[in-house]
């Protein structure tokens, strides 16, 4: 199949992909149109719950197996947003519509890609296709719970908006719920064991942590407090305030290694919400990434979370588009994105997969 047409193909399958709502857990339509892209080249595929996947034709067991991932559910739109969030279009080469950045426009270029290799022979590497659902809420019928059920993956690239950059290492993500005690009482009596006057001296410590460990490619551990909430009544001391404590995490530290420090030292009581939304890298010297590299490509560390970390193999974010636009109002990818997208997935895969013959 010609690379121009996949790519027409491509824009198609994601003006459709806009114009179905496909929140997370609420994916079955986009599931069915995904189908239909490889009912239309027929690629074999299959499909638990939300999640439809294809491998190429010449799959052999005895082979290394690449993935291309990316996911087809959808935040809710903001009430920011001033345009209809499931009509797509086109103005001054944007194409406008919630999911077209995050990550249709990935999406639909990995399964360009995926396509274009389809039938290719001889390669050492075999190639797996995931189209994945709850992405957004890291749900269970995600890449995560899908795995089980998949071949083994060796090494993957996991589509979201990098501006085709290479992010070869993601922060992981651990949520501690903390409590922050003291002595109820009414407001009218003295009382030297204000919970929320106690809370003070917590933050304070919170504000000033640091983790002493720093990353070549993720910096610095971050750790933030994003909410707190406490008392009832305007008469009445309460008992306690909980605040919520989100830490990023760099590739020096284990989620279980972040949650013994915190939980031994902080000044209040700490519990996790769990540990299995790990860091994730790929060695810059991996022949995917150098063949990126060969292309003008330029390696970074993401902040932002992905299905990368339901992965314990290597893994290279990477995909049309910029994060900066995800969850924004007024969603949109330039239409060239795609394109260029789609032809670097193609020569970046050429470089790495070798003995091609299609």
């Known amino acids: 199949m010609e690379q121009e047409t996949l790519t027409e193909k491509a824009l198609e399958l994601l003006k459709k992909l806009i114009s179905i709502q496909s929140f997370s857990e609420e994916e079955d339509q986009t599931a069915e149109a995904i189908q239909d892209w490889f ?8 499909r638990i719950n939300n999640n439809v996947f294809a491998v190429n034709r010449h799959f052999d067991e005895r082979k290394p197996t690449l993935l291309l991932n990316s996911h087809h559910d959808t935040v809710k739109p903001n009430k920011a947003y001033t345009k209809d969030p499931f009509l797509p279009h086109i103005e001054d080469g944007k194409l406008y519509g919630l999911g077209s950045n995050d990550a249709g426009g990935a999406l639909v270029s990995l399964l360009a890609t995926f396509t274009y290799f389809y039938e290719a022979e001889n390669l050492d590497h075999n190639i797996l296709m995931v189209a994945s659902a709850e992405e957004e809420n890291a749900g269970k019928n995600s890449l995560r719970g899908l795995l089980p059920s998949l071949p083994k993956i060796d090494v993957a690239i996991v589509g979201e908006p990098t501006q085709m950059q290479l992010a070869i290492a993601e922060k992981g993500l651990v949520v501690f719920d903390a409590v922050v005690k003291g ?11 204000n919970a929320i006057y106690n809370t003070i001296e917590v933050l304070d410590w919170f504000k000033n942590y640091t983790f002493g460990k720093v990353s070549e490619a993720l910096g610095a551990v971050k750790l933030t407090v994003t909410q707190i909430n406490g008392g009832s009544q305007h008469n009445v001391v309460p008992a306690q305030v909980n605040l919520v404590i989100d830490v990023r995490v760099n590739d020096q530290y284990t989620n279980s290694e972040i949650a013994h420090l915190l939980k031994s030292e902080a000044p209040c009581e700490l519990q996790e919400r769990g540990l299995d939304l790990n860091s994730s890298a790929i060695a810059k010297d991996h022949p995917l990434v150098r063949s990126g590299i060969s292309l003008g490509r330029e390696t970074y560390g993401s902040p932002t979370l992905s299905d990368q970390a339901a992965l314990s193999c290597q893994s290279l974010k990477l995909g049309p588009g910029d994060s900066t ?3 924004s109002a007024n969603e949109y990818i330039y239409v060239h994105e795609i394109e260029e997208g789609i032809d670097l997935y193609i020569k970046i895969l050429k470089g790495f997969l070798k003995k091609i013959k299609t």
């Open 183 to 193: 002595t109820p009482s009414h407001a009218a009596h003295p009382n030297g064991d």
């Open 325 to 327: 636009r995800s969850h």
């Open 39 to 46: 009912k239309a080249f027929d690629i074999p595929f299959q």
